[in-house]
């Protein structure tokens, strides 16, 4: 099992420009979860999805952020036009649908956005 | 009041010390604890998770649920400096679907 999958590993940006991050989770999970980390605010849930589905995106901070999951082995994080502010560590997880609830990260995306 | 509340640190302890991380919640509803460690620029890595309260041993590490006093930790005995890293508390509500509210960390460095 090759685990969640996320790339970029590193992107650095300039402000204004659009940025696209991805993510493969494990296969056979139902569910998908994209955090952000910081120093400030520790792990944050941006949004998440269960069978391709958006279930809850009230984490995510401003239009500027949008997420897709046009299949079960793939999803996008998109930041449009980007901030400063949003530089930060963003974690792509999933899960199964039954048994605990238990997520498996990713390595994560670093984004820094001049 | 933020959902999760775990001290930041740094803490710093000799090898072979025993170790004490603690978190506390608001939410009486949540049912899943877990802990998991996370290592400089890596992911968080699932450490132990318990359902409901009480104890779990798994080797040199045990966590404990208090939910009387929204109160859990977790336990390194024989620290060793591979420990080293970053401790997150999460805690997720009772249908599991709603993803686990994290604490924000606590950075422990094991001395040699």
């Known amino acids: 099992d090759a685990g969640v999958i996320q790339s970029p590993r590193h992107e650095v940006t300039e402000m204004g420009q659009e940025v696209t991050l991805r993510c493969k989770p494990i296969?056979?999970?139902?569910?998908l979860f994209w955090y952000r980390q910081t120093m400030m605010r520790g792990l944050e849930l941006l949004i998440y999805?269960?069978?391709?589905?958006?279930?809850?995106d009230s984490g995510m901070p401003e239009d500027r952020f949008s997420a897709k999951m046009p299949n079960a082995s793939f999803s996008t994080l998109k930041i449009q036009p980007s901030e400063p502010r949003d530089s930060a560590v963003y974690f792509c997880?999933?899960?199964?649908?039954?048994?605990?609830?238990?997520?498996?990260f990713g390595a994560g995306s670093r984004l820094t956005v001049l | 009041q933020k959902e999760v509340e775990q001290d930041p640190g740094p803490l710093s302890v000799p090898e072979g010390a025993i170790v004490s991380l603690n978190c506390t919640y608001s939410?009486?509803?949540?049912?899943?604890f877990m802990w998991y460690r996370q290592y400089s620029r890596k992911g968080p890595e699932l450490l132990m998770y318990?359902?409901?309260?009480g104890n779990k041993e798994d080797g040199r590490f045990t966590a404990q649920v208090d939910k009387s006093s929204k109160y859990i930790s977790l336990f390194i005995r024989d620290s060793q400096p591979s420990d080293s890293a970053t401790y997150l508390c999460?805690?997720?509500?009772?249908?599991?679907?709603?993803?686990?509210?994290f604490g924000k960390g606590t950075h422990l460095i094991i001395q040699p």
């Open positions: 318990t359902y409901s309260s």
């Open positions: 939410n009486s509803a949540f049912q899943y």
């Open positions: 999460a805690i997720g509500g009772p249908g599991g679907a709603d993803g686990l509210t």
């Open positions: 296969s056979g999970h139902d569910y």
């Open positions: 997880a999933s899960r199964r649908e039954s048994g605990a609830n238990v997520l498996t």
């Open positions: 999805f269960n069978n391709n589905v958006p279930i809850d």
